[in-house]
């Protein structure tokens, strides 16, 4: 009835009859998928889940990147190896695993343990908004609360219209004006970046999504190749991390690109350099929305007489401010 009570998993005329994988300490010691006769008899795809459940949580993994729990974080890599969709129905946890596929999930449970690397490029695939995106380690992995603003096409802070022209600066992946452009058919989005090797992940992704026609892309630092252009809206999830933040910062994060990421001893380098310019090319009634995260400390600090507008998000997240083109203007003189 016990795991413990069987000397050798060859021995025993039926695995399911006396294994337990929940009751493993490691289901390696316990398990060998080789040595059975039947591998429907060995082990399951809900028992695969378990396992990393449990590798994940004594291993102190920090979960932060598509995924907040160890069991999710768990099936997103066996659903991955298996090529199972998150909304498969609940029947196919009871599929068998064959002894290739078993053995190349532990090979992905073991590369996220003792390298720390993100779910999301082991398996070279993120969701934001709903949306799948290509990712690997030239870019962060997609995670902004900004989602839920797209969905809700940023009202009641954008001006409702058909066709608005939207800027996602410091695009990375292009996760958040790809999605922006999925929301609004007749959008006209432009992704920019720096980074050329976040340029080429960002034309990925908008093949992926079949958007060539309406998505463009920019390598620009800042504002500097997007001249005499305006826009509706500016968006942008730029560099943030204080020097402080990077520093304590789970080993998981360090495992992306630290130009998306840091931004000087107050993390507000970039985003100065965006609200000082940023006025320029809007559009008479634009806005202007940023993701500071924690840094927003540092910036009501650094700029106590402007009115940010500070956004709450009903699933969650923080640090992320809303300005007029108005607003932006009077205070210009501030931001230089």
């Known amino acids: 009835t016990s795991v413990q009570d069987c000397t050798n ?53 920090f979960f932060g990147h598509g995924t907040d729990n160890a069991a999710d974080e768990a099936l997103w890599l066996v659903f991955y190896q298996l090529d199972l969709l998150w909304d498969s129905d609940p029947g196919v946890l009871q599929l068998p695993v064959s002894p290739d ?13 003792e390298k720390r690397i993100p779910a999301a490029y082991l398996i070279g695939e993120a969701w934001f908004a709903g949306y799948a995106f290509t990712v690997d380690k030239r870019v962060l992995v997609p995670r902004s609360p900004i989602a839920e603003l797209i969905h809700a096409r940023f009202q009641p802070w954008l001006i409702e219209q058909k066709a608005p022209a939207i800027l996602d600066l410091c695009t990375g992946s292009g996760c958040i004006g790809i999605a922006s452009a999925l929301q609004w ?9 720096i980074s050329s090797d976040a340029i080429e992940i960002a034309r990925q992704n908008i093949q992926r ?31 943030y991390v204080d020097a402080g933040d990077l520093a304590s910062m789970p080993a998981e994060y360090h495992a992306e690109p630290a130009i998306g990421l840091s931004s000087g001893d107050d ?11 940023a ?16 840094s927003w400390v540092n910036l009501e600090a650094a ?34």
């Not at 058919?185 to 970046?193: E, K, Q």
């Not at 006025?279 to 924690?294: F, R, W």
């Not at 640090?319 to 607003?327: F, N, P």
């Open 9 to 61: 998993v060859q021995d025993c005329t039926n695995v399911q009859d006396c294994t337990n994988v929940q009751d493993c300490t490691n289901v390696q010691d316990c398990i060998n998928v080789q040595d059975c006769t039947n591998v429907q008899d060995c082990i399951n795809v809900q028992d695969c889940i378990n396992e990393g459940e449990r590798c994940f949580l004594e291993a102190d993994l």
């Open 101 to 113: 596929d078993y053995l190349a999930i532990q090979q992905l449970f073991t590369q996220r343990i």
């Open 185 to 193: 058919d007749h959008a006209n989005v432009t992704l920019s970046d």
């Open 209 to 239: 999504h079949q958007l060539q026609g309406r998505v463009d892309l920019v390598k620009s630092d800042v504002f500097e190749a997007l001249s005499g252009r305006c826009f509706d809206l500016i968006v942008s999830n730029p560099p």
């Open 267 to 277: 993390g507000l380098d970039l985003t100065r350099q965006i609200l000082a310019k």
């Open 279 to 294: 006025a320029n090319y809007l559009n008479e009634q634009g806005i202007l929305i940023v993701e500071v995260g924690n």
């Open 303 to 336: 700029f106590p007489r402007v009115p940010f507008i500070w956004l709450e998000f009903e699933q969650g997240g923080h640090g992320v401010l809303m300005i007029s083109r108005q607003a932006l203007l009077e205070h210009q003189a501030e931001f230089a």
